[in-house]
């Protein structure tokens, strides 16, 4: 999967990349953009590679870009680079100011920078699909091609982000490789101070986010930069001092997760203990093939527990006697949590 932390000039992006990633980049004015590996925290992984003693234990994983805001004088303004380096990702973190930063004159104001965000969003995705169209009306184009761009180019010139539009009203095939911003699931992260990092979300601003489809959560990024430098057996009463009850991460990738329609499988055994994400909705086959080709192209059956199922009895062992293993085809819907085993022929 890959993210990225966009937003305004120094909004806490840097600060919450260092946090997630653990890596120690500086922040403050005049960064670079920065990628980095954050692993998906899952309780249910570490227990499964206790169960098995795996020799390699693989988190979910995701990538995540950090791109400076721009600073001097437009400080709500994005410029194309920044926009390019949004447009290849697969959802968008949009890190908003709620705190007084020393460094900047204007007021924290997140539901302004939001709508600036989104602003910016539209009227750059309206440009690429006006041109587009334009194109393919003088190439005469197929009519269903353009009728999708039309579509884009309405719902945009409206205000609208196109992630409003279902399947139905949007033939997304046509619409693919064009980087469509308003199109990305977004999460709006409120960065608030240190006194605030147990609130939630300000009503204003969530039914904002609400109505441009996406998300939003409250978060102190200064909080998780000092929660990510404490010894883990310190972690716990820091939290509870700061009216938390666990450190955002979790939180942030349940909350994209659930934006992007993602759940985990998981795959287990001595060898190694590997959890994969795939879109809710996906069948064991297709599942398969994210583990191997040959997975898929030679599927026979999916072996599958629950993993509510495995907890409850402990080992696989006694998950088989008590016959709760269930065996799958191929157009089997995965559910969260399931342990799959595919018995393939190639
Ligand atoms: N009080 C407070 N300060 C914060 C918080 N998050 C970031 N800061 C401070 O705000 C300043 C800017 O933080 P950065 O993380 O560099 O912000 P940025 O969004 O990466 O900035 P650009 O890359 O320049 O766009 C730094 O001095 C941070 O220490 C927060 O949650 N609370
Ligand atoms: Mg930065």
């Known amino acids: 999967m890959k993210f990225v932390l966009a937003g305004f000039g120094g909004s806490g992006k840097t600060t919450l990349f260092n946090a997630m990633t ?7 004015y005049g960064g670079e953009v920065r990628v980095g590996t954050v692993r998906v925290p899952d309780h249910r992984v570490d227990a499964l590679s206790r169960v098995y003693s795996s020799r390699r234990t693989t988190h979910a994983a995701i990538n995540l870009r950090d791109v400076p805001g721009e600073h001097g004088g437009a400080q709500r303004v994005l410029s194309p680079g920044t926009l390019q380096q949004i447009r290849d990702r697969e959802a968008i973190c949009l890190v908003l100011r709620d705190f007084v930063n020393p460094a900047l004159e204007a007021a924290p104001d997140p539901l302004a920078e939001l709508q600036a965000f989104h602003a910016e969003c539209v009227l750059s995705d309206l440009g ?10 003088k190439e005469r184009a197929h009519v269903q091609e353009i009728g999708a761009f039309e579509t884009a180019v309405a719902a945009l010139a409206e205000g609208k982000p196109l992630r409003l539009l279902s399947p139905d009203e949007l033939h997304r095939a046509f619409l693919t490789g064009y980087g469509l911003l308003t199109d990305l699931p977004l999460l709006a992260a409120v960065n608030v101070d240190e006194e ?8 204003e601003l969530e039914d904002e986010v609400c109505g441009m489809g996406g998300a939003a959560m409250v978060l102190s990024a200064q909080v998780e930069a000092e929660i990510a430098g404490l010894d ?10 700061m009216g938390l009850a666990e450190p955002t991460l979790g939180r942030f990738v349940r909350a994209t997760y659930e934006l992007m329609n993602l759940i985990s499988f998981f795959t287990v055994g001595p060898e190694e203990v590997r959890a994969w994400t795939i879109r809710r909705g996906t069948v064991a086959r297709t599942a398969a093939g994210r583990v191997h080709s040959d997975m898929e192209r030679g599927f026979i059956r999916a072996e599958i527990i629950p993993y509510g199922v495995f907890a409850e009895y402990g080992t696989e062992q006694a ?3 008590a016959g709760r293993m269930r065996v799958e085809g191929q157009s089997y819907v995965m559910a969260d949590g399931d342990i799959m085993y595919v018995r393939f022929n190639v």
Request: charged share 35%.
């Open 22 to 28: 653990g890596l120690d980049v500086p922040v403050g």
């Open 196 to 203: 605030r990092a147990g609130n939630s979300v300000q009503a």
């Open 319 to 321: 998950v088989k006697e």
């Open 232 to 241: 883990p057996g310190d972690q716990g009463d820091f939290l509870e001092a």
């Open 128 to 137: 690429v699909a006006e041109r587009r169209l334009d194109r393919l009306r």
